[in-house]
Nanobody, 126 residues
Framework: QVQLVESGGGSVQAGGSLRLSCAASGFAYSSYCMGWFRHAPGKEREGVATIYPNTGTTYYADSVKGRFTISQDNAKHTLYLQMNSLKPEDTALYYC???????????????????WGQGTQVTVSS
């Protein structure tokens, strides 16, 4: 059974940090492109960061460059998102996703990902 399970969300004050985790199972993890997306109320879903586990190649949205870091542990089939210097505008439901690859890198499009987790909420207060 293909499954992505996120964890690590929570509430934090502006300037704080959180680390999200995504446990993957049921598919050849290292052969896929893994990504983090977020969806805030009233806004469109946004691609935050992606990584190709077999090469380590990463892409980031401009809004998080320099603050967020995507990483992964191939042995544990686990994806991470380290979020530092959090801002209130980072508040959203964060999703982990898997896909065959970005069609138009560095653009991170949800259409390129076919497997999704249930999401974990991140709330940043000012």
């Amino acid at each position: 059974q293909v499954q992505l399970v996120e964890s690590g969300g929570g509430s934090v004050q502006a300037g704080g940090s959180l680390r999200l985790s995504c446990a993957a199972s049921g598919f050849a993890y290292s052969s896929y492109c893994m990504g983090w997306f977020r969806h805030a109320p009233g806004k469109e879903r946004e691609g935050v960061a992606t990584i190709y586990p077999n090469t380590g190649t990463t892409y980031y949205a401009d809004s998080v460059k320099g603050r967020f870091t995507i990483s992964q542990d191939n042995a544990k089939h686990t994806l991470y998102l380290q979020m530092n210097s959090l801002k209130p505008e980072d508040t959203a439901l964060y999703y982990c996703a898997a896909g065959v690859g970005l069609l138009h890198p560095p653009q991170i499009s949800a259409a390129d990902f076919g497997v999704w987790g249930q999401g974990t909420q991140v709330t940043v207060s000012s």
